[in-house]
């Protein structure tokens, strides 16, 4: 999910929004088709891989390495060569995407060597300092955009100290997490540090979904489903607060395992990816850009599989029954989702308008 789905999610973000933030001409379709077919087989080779021998995957992970490392040199040339104003977020987006490029690489190394802990640390690394950096970065620049627009006695507020500090807290999780990989147990004072900072973090984030119009988000429904997802990024380092402080306690005997992972993956990625996927196919296909009652029943019921799936984590004695209610309820929103809006893709504008 951390290699394989995301970095196809963002190229449509990335050559769509990119060309505007940056004052830049149309990227054609084109140019994008041959390194995303080689991803997509590149994967393919991987997956096959995992069965058959490690050098196969390993060779797979290149592949897809190398393709996404071309896609990283267009945007970044794009960034380059624009003379906008305000580059801040699409630099930042250059970065995450660079670091992306890099841990694949390592990813493939790490294959090749069949050295599992190189590849934890790949994931590790591209989780906090690519992934969450590129949600944190458009959520930065979006939410507030869309709230002002949306809310009009709410104030498009989005100081760039809180885009460093909430970035800053992102990649501290990075060597935090490689330091658990390797240096096992951390010394309590350390842990005690981690889990005050996160805790810090996560009601600064709070009070931001609420400062950015959470409460009065739920009036639009398609706003409302940006911001519930932004509200899940503040309860994952909350949770990792928690589980920091259990830790710390115990000499790390007790913790609440995986849910703080799951409530950033599933909760913030998967419910900012629901609203920005279901906005863009509305937009695009040339339909009203709103969520109606079948998807905001969507979103809701990914909340409620991101609730399960943090529960199993947290009572293991209960995890076989709500993990497989969590994948029921995830299922479902990725089919229903799927039945609703893949029938738009491929077909002429409703408007009438070119795409």
Known sequence: MTFGFMPLFFVGFMFTAGPRWLDAPDVPARILVLP?????WGWALTLAGFHLHHLLSAAGVAVVAGAWSTLCFFFNRMVWRSRAP???HAVLVALACTVGALTLWLAALGLALNDALWIRSAVQIALWCFIATMFSVVSHRMLPFFSANALHFVAAWRPFWLLGGLLGMLWLQAPLALGEIWMWPFPNELRWAQAGSEAGASLLLLWVAVRWGLVQSMKIRLLAMLHTGFVWLGLALGLAAISHAMMALTEGNDSLGLAPTHALTMGYFGGTLLAMVTRVSSGHSGRAVAADGPVWFLHWLLHT??????????WPSQSVALTLLAVAAWTSVCVGWSIRYGNWFGRIRVDGRPG
Do not use: K, P
């Open 36 to 40: 995303v077919a080689l991803m997509v």
């Open 86 to 88: 305000d580059r801040v």
């Open 305 to 314: 599989a991101v609730v399960l799936r943090v529960s199993a984590a947290i």
